[in-house]
Each structure stands twice: as structure tokens, then as C-alpha cells.
């Protein structure tokens, strides 16, 4: 929640939601003329958030590594099998049944991995939602298949944390190095400094970007 004009905005909790989110571009474009440049020609981005659920978890790791179309495929075909993608009804599929909803053998063992975790009470996702960033990343990371790109994609759409900004993400790196027309070279570490003029609304950010990618590429949205 924000308050205040322009720049004297006074932070009060780090998330966004559908009341503040409008406000916060509006922020930001006044920060960055390159994100002006954004809103001015495409508008406001999509507000995109998943629910604090496993099945949340399940689809950001399908989208590892894949394209989103492919991630929401197989996404829609576990929704087919199972109804509703718990711990418990994902341990009950077998090999056979789980690649025939397009789900690789590396993924399985992530997806029941983390099914497990959730069951034996080893991740408690409604704690993580008042835990800060770092706790939430440190207890993730610390199971097989959860890396960081994961994690920040967890906690910008199911958390609605608002200053993280994707560095693994190709889509997030790729319109930022077009939009300030930087080297293709151009390092991590360079790529976090510039971003660090948008604390502390990196997520927002982050999502002018994902807009302009997909405005840019004639892509409607992103899959929630």
C-alpha cells in the first residue's frame, strides 16, 4: 500500500494489489522515462497473480525452461486428470499417467518432490505469506528443482511481493536491455543496478516490462 504523490509516495507494506497497482506504473513512469514510454504507447500492464496453492508451484515449475503455451498445456491436461492438483492427487498418478499430461521425467521428480515437502509439512505455504523474501527463497531453494527464478516468480505472483525483479528471466532481461537500448552483453550486475531506480517496486516494474515484451512480440497475455 502507497501513499502520497509522485515521488513523496511514503511505502507502508511491501505488496501491490488491484487498488494500488495503477498508482504505483503511474510512480514508476514518473521515475523512468523509458517506462513512461511503456504506458504512454501500451497502456497499463495486466496485474498478473496466482493463488498461494500448490498448483501455483506445480506451474511455475512446468514453465521452467519451456515456452508458456507448452508450461499451460500441461498444466490444463493435469486440471483434466486430476480435477483439482493437490499433493495427494499428484502422488497418486503414476509415470505413465503423468507424461501423457506432457510432463518430463526431470519435472515428475520436482513436482512429487514438492508434493511430499507440502504433505510431511516441510513448506507451509500460508506461512510464507507473512515470511520476508528471503526466508521464503532460502526455504525453497533448499528442495530439488526450486531455483531462483522460480522462487521470484512465486513470490511476485502468489505473494504479491512488490520489489523483485526476475535477473533469470529472458523475457524481464531481454525488454529491459531493448527498451534502454543496452549491449547484448550486457551483465547481470548491470542489469540489477538499473533496475535498483525502481525499488521499492521492482515487481511493477518488472510487469511494464513483461507488457511491453508481449506488446512488442504481438503475444495477447501471459497464462495465470
Known sequence: MIRGKSKDLIVVAPAFNSSNYQEICKWLAGRDNDLKVI?????????????????????????????????LAAL???????????????????????????????????????AVSIKNKEIDLEAFAVMPDEEVRNSLVAFKGIGNWTVDVYLMFSLQRADIFPVGDLAAVNALKRLKRLDLSTTKEAILSITETWKP????????????????????????
Request: proline letters at 4%; one cysteine or more; charged letters at 20%.
Open 76 to 114: 490444463n491436461k493435469l486440471k483434466e486428470k486430476l480435477g483439482y492438483i493437490t499433493p495427494e492427487s499428484i502422488l497418486g498418478l503414476t509415470d505413465e499417467e503423468m507424461r501423457a499430461c506432457f510432463v518430463s521425467r526431470q519435472k515428475m521428480g520436482y513436482i512429487r518432490g514438492l
Open 39 to 71: 504506458l504512454d504507447t501500451h497502456g497499463y500492464p495486466p496485474m498478473w497473480t496466482r493463488e498461494n496453492n500448490f498448483e501455483s508451484l506445480v506451474h511455475i515449475i512446468l514453465e521452467q525452461q519451456v515456452s508458456l503455451a507448452s508450461a
Open 201 to 224: 517496486f521492482r515487481t511493477v516494474a518488472s510487469m511494464m516490462l513483461w507488457h511491453y515484451y508481449l506488446s512488442n512480440t504481438r503475444k495477447k497475455s501471459m497464462p495465470v
